[in-house]
């Protein structure tokens, strides 16, 4: 079974931190997600990489940065934070090629608040 | 702008009792993923639907796929408590000159069911 692991379950952070989201797959997937999840909004994607040193803003990326140095580390950076980054955060990745055939496969999410 | 709207967004319904939920979306896809979201946990993928007329059950799920309609449906039948989740269609545009490997997510259906 494919594995994506997020670091952290929940994290509290304060206004202004640097903060790192971390997630890792071990099946070798090109591509790897960040999203966001809030109530109402669903889920926006905040950016994705579809190899390594390679990423592409979704459609949230203001405030966010990311960084791929290994094809199966996908890191998520915050940073400055913002009390309205508060959210669930949720990493995915997925094989691709010239088909897409393969369903998103996700970590167990990290909650962040920010106080 | 791709949408991809599911109604209802909220479902009560009773054991025993049968329900659809609808997944309409706006642009041209033949490839379209169910998801399974319980309360606090991360998205589980239920079914992956490749082609028009596609239909995929398990237990007393069913899903199937109207590419020419733009449409997927989520039939439960004879549903049971431990059916109670959120459930998200989401559309795979990569084909057809999307972000790479990107999904675009419904907003989901609170489904609960009650003895």
């Known amino acids: 079974d494919v594995k994506v692991t997020q670091s952290s379950r929940y994290l509290v952070k304060r206004t202004g931190e640097k903060v790192f989201l971390e997630c890792v797959q071990d099946?070798?997937?090109?591509?790897m997600f960040w999203y966001r999840q809030d109530p109402g909004l669903g889920l926006r994607l905040i950016y994705f990489s579809y190899d390594v040193k390679m990423k592409e803003k979704g459609d949230i990326p203001e405030g966010y940065s990311v960084s791929r140095e290994k094809k199966e580390r996908f890191s998520l950076i915050l940073e400055s934070a913002s009390t309205n980054q508060t959210s669930m955060y949720l990493c995915?990745?997925?094989?691709?090629?010239?088909?897409?055939?393969?369903?998103?496969?996700f970590g167990n999410g990290t909650r962040l608040t920010v106080t | 702008e791709l949408k991809v709207e599911q109604n209802p967004l909220f479902l009560s319904m009773q054991e025993g009792k049968n329900y659809t939920i609808y997944c309409n979306y706006s642009t041209t896809s033949d490839r379209l993923y169910w998801y399974r979201q319980d309360p606090g946990k991360s998205l589980e993928s239920l079914f992956v639907?490749?082609?028009?007329?596609a239909v995929k059950q398990e237990g007393r799920l069913m899903a199937s796929l109207d590419t020419k309609a733009r449409l997927s449906t989520l039939h439960i039948t004879a549903a049971v408590h431990d059916l109670s989740a959120t459930y998200f269609c989401?559309?795979?545009?990569?084909?057809?000159?999307?972000?790479?490997?990107?999904?675009?997510f419904g907003k989901g259906t609170k489904l609960s069911v009650k003895p």
């Open positions: 989401a559309v795979d545009i990569a084909a057809y000159g999307g972000s790479q490997g990107n999904l675009i």
């Open positions: 995915a990745s997925r094989n691709t090629g010239r088909r897409y055939n393969s369903p998103l496969h």
């Open positions: 639907l490749l082609s028009n007329g």
């Open positions: 099946m070798d997937h090109e591509n």
